[in-house]
């Protein structure tokens, strides 16, 4: 594999101009009037606008400040604030003045709270089905330490999606995700799959950091081995300069070969491709 050299310019392949659409602008002023947080600004994710404009957004609950520090991500690493109460209530809003029919809601990883924020997350889910009762609850959840008490508050109330990303290969985990462990990760969506069998698993990679063909194809198995039923797979993009080095762009025609071998391998659903993201186009994937 051939290393790039700094400062290299994106391919053409990756370069995205999405028009800044009045649609757009109403998305994120509600969310600016509710004072939520999203991903999609927290972690600079390329299609921001885009999903703006269709008035989509991944809601990020419990603060903007993780207690991890995964080297691919932008999001700040530190002390992280308290718990607001109040975001459950505003979220619901949100949700409905959008007219959403599929949320996703993820979090910042919280180690120093005892449940990991698992609670919260289901007064979240709770708070938006006393609202809308027909949407589709999709949640991109950490690992939670592995903890099967935290996995089980969420799942008492019954999201529709368990996402959980696994983001990278074996090889390179203790490198991108210093505090994280493969295996947990794996062990998580085994045991949701395990405690509700109706319950659509999810997870996601990136791709340019790095790894082997057959390394993704290791961890296609390792995801279907543990109960994964949807996947996405999309390049890595270095957020900032703070952040790893992408060290390769993958061409589009390689995510076409990730996408076929992973419908071989027998995956329900099935995204990939360079702009891909774990939340990017979620109500689409399973509709």
């Known amino acids: 594999m051939k290393k790039l050299k700094k400062h290299s310019r994106l391919p053409w392949w990756l370069v995205k101009k999405i028009p800044r659409t009045q649609d757009a602008f109403t998305t994120r002023e509600i969310l600016k009037s509710h004072k939520l947080r999203t991903v999609c600004e927290s972690a600079r994710c390329p299609n921001m606008w885009e999903c703006f404009s269709r008035k989509r957004a991944t809601f990020m609950i419990l603060g903007n400040v993780c207690t991890r520090n995964c080297l691919f991500c932008s999001i700040k690493h530190g002390s992280p604030e308290g ?21 996703v809601i993820t979090s910042v990883t919280r180690d120093d709270l005892s449940d990991g924020g698992a609670g919260h997350f289901a007064a979240v889910i709770k708070q938006i089905r006393g609202n809308c009762p027909d949407v589709v609850i999709e949640v991109l959840t950490p690992d939670f330490k592995g903890e099967s008490g935290s996995l089980d508050k969420i799942l008492e ?12 290969v074996l090889r390179l985990y203790r490198k991108i995700k210093p505090q994280a462990d493969y295996l947990t990760s794996l062990e998580v969506l085994k045991y949701v799959k395990k405690c509700d069998h109706t319950v659509y698993t999810k997870s996601g990679i990136m791709v340019g950091l790095g790894e082997k063909f057959e390394e993704v194809e290791n961890i296609f198995d390792d995801l279907k081995e543990h109960g994964c039923d949807i996947l996405t797979v999309g390049q890595y993009l270095r957020p900032s300069e703070s952040n790893l080095e992408v060290e390769e ?19 329900k659903y099935v995204q990939a491709g360079p702009f891909v993201r774990s939340s990017y186009n979620a109500d689409r994937l399973v509709s």
């Open 157 to 168: 109330v019954n999201p529709d999606i368990f996402n959980h990303n696994l983001e990278t």
């Open 83 to 103: 718990v607001d109460r109040q975001e459950p209530l505003r979220i619901a809003d949100a949700v409905k003045k959008l007219e959403l029919k599929h949320v």
């Open 249 to 267: 762009y993958i061409l589009p025609e390689q995510f076409k070969r990730f996408e076929e071998l992973a419908r071989l391998k027998g995956f």
